[in-house]
């Protein structure tokens, strides 16, 4: 699915969304738009540098190990259908890995957190640690952790900016969050973020 193109401006100061920004836990599961979709993956990993290829969040020697996916719900993100998506940055779109609503599926493997569940979208941050770690050996590791935090908060930042909200999660099982996802094993989930509107 083609997004349409992120907007460089908004009505919120950032000072305010700072102010405002909250962990939330209780959603709906009304449908975002593609335009709130693309304007959040965009502040998570798209491409900022024109003609180039550096991120919404900084990277330790720009090597971005990281990849975001989003498990979507049914009538959920306007002409998506539900499934598991990959966030693919060069060409700002969203590739359908695997069909199926596994929101509930997540929030098991999140130590039953069920509260995920409700929201419209949850997204996955994931690192790939041999992509850093050929220049900076287990260190990189570390390095993958601190950019997974980084984009968290830009996703925390553009959900405040737009009226919407966000959780974040860093209590689940690494292996069931990979099974229920579809994704590669080397990819490493590190934060998952349900976002939609407060219910
Ligand atoms: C790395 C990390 C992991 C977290 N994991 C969870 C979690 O599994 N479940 C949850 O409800 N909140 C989780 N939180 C949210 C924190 O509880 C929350 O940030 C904290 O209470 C401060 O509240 P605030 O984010 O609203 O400022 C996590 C936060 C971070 C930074």
Redesign the pocket.
């Known amino acids: 699915m083609q997004l349409p193109d992120p907007k460089l401006d908004g009505d919120v100061s950032l000072e305010m969304t700072i102010h405002q920004?909250?962990?939330?836990?209780s959603f709906h599961s009304k449908a975002l738009t593609l335009k709130q979709l693309s304007q959040l993956l965009w502040a998570a990993q798209g491409i900022t540098e024109p003609g180039g290829f550096k991120r919404a969040a900084p990277s330790a020697g720009a090597l971005y190990p990281m990849d975001i996916y989003g498990a979507v719900g049914e009538e959920c993100i306007e002409g998506l259908n539900p499934g598991v998506y990959l966030y693919e940055l060069a060409t700002h779109s969203f590739s359908l890995i695997q069909k199926g609503d596994i929101r509930r599926d997540i929030a098991m493997a999140?130590?039953g957190?069920m509260?995920m569940s409700y929201a419209p979208i949850t997204f996955v941050i994931t690192g790939e640690y041999s992509r850093i770690m050929s220049k900076y050996g287990q260190r990189g590791v570390r390095y993958a952790m601190i950019e997974a935090?980084h984009i968290?908060q830009n996703i925390?930042l553009q959900s405040q900016a737009m009226g919407l909200e966000a959780?974040?999660?860093?209590?689940?099982e690494d292996g069931k969050v990979i099974q229920v996802m579809g994704i590669k094993s080397t990819h490493e989930p590190l934060?998952?973020m349900p976002v939609g509107y407060r219910r």
């Open positions: 920004r909250r962990t939330v836990r999140s130590l957190q509260w935090g968290g925390f959780g974040i999660v860093g209590a689940f934060l998952l």
